[in-house]
């Protein structure tokens, strides 16, 4: 039982390239999330899923696609990347969005440079 | 605008002392609170958590206090050990859909 796992786990981009972040999960569970963590910002919603081909924006969606054509997969898309994309980007997932299961279980982070 | 806050970026306690993490949110309408450690490189892990119908949640040596009217919640730790230092983060969430999470704060625990 691996839990989330993430890949790539670091990745140095120029400006303007494009790139996917893989994020796959082995617990069933129906939500997913995407999440940036910057230095004195905490960790951001960037979008999230609640269910196979589903996905929704979260606080900081521009900038960014998803897709969850598979359960157990979320990607995190990036068309054209900017410095300000710069970040520990972190994919985790939960059971349900009832009063229990709500915690998440986080992959180890991907850490993506923008030049 | 921070919905959820941490005030305090580090706490340091002597091994065995009580640490006591605090947390402040804005929006009322928050119906599930969560606490989450990070140690560095890795991602955050679950710790308690505690839904708005309550005021306390136990378990071992970590205790969630919820203050509704004060918007408030905090996390005991007690007795420390240096194992606990990491970084904290609290978390709220409306439906379960969208979490927010506060800045984290860093806590050392002193042998």
């Known amino acids: 039982n691996a839990g989330v796992t993430q890949t790539p786990k670091f990745r140095v981009l120029k400006t303007g390239q494009s790139m996917t972040l893989l994020c796959a999960q082995d617990?069933?569970?129906?939500?997913m999330y995407w999440y940036r963590q910057d230095p004195g910002m905490g960790l951001r919603l960037i979008h999230y899923?609640?269910?196979?081909?589903?996905?929704a924006k979260g606080e900081v969606p521009d900038g960014y696609n998803v897709s969850r054509l598979k359960k157990q997969n979320f990607l995190l898309g990036l068309e054209s990347a900017a410095p300000s994309q710069t970040s520990v980007y972190f994919c985790?997932?939960?059971?349900?969005?009832?009063?229990?299961?709500?915690?998440?279980?986080f992959g180890p982070g991907t850490r993506l440079t923008v030049t | 605008d921070q919905q959820v806050k941490q005030n305090s970026p580090s706490l340091s306690v002597q091994e065995g002392r009580i640490s006591i993490l605090n947390c402040d949110y804005t929006n009322s309408m928050f119906d599930y609170f969560l606490w989450y450690k990070k140690y560095p490189a890795e991602g955050p892990t679950f710790l308690i958590s505690?839904?708005?119908?309550?005021d306390k949640n136990e378990d071992g040596r970590f205790t969630v206090f919820l203050n509704k009217s004060a918007k408030h919640l905090s996390l005991h730790i007690v007795p420390s050990q240096p194992g606990d230092s990491a970084v904290y983060f609290c978390a709220a969430s409306i439906t379960g859909n969208q979490f927010y999470f506060g800045t984290g704060t860093s806590l050392t625990v002193i042998p």
């Open positions: 505690i839904s708005s119908i309550k």
């Open positions: 985790a997932s939960s059971s349900s969005g009832g009063l229990s299961g709500r915690e998440q279980y």
């Open positions: 617990m069933n569970h129906e939500y």
């Open positions: 899923s609640v269910g196979e081909g589903t996905t």
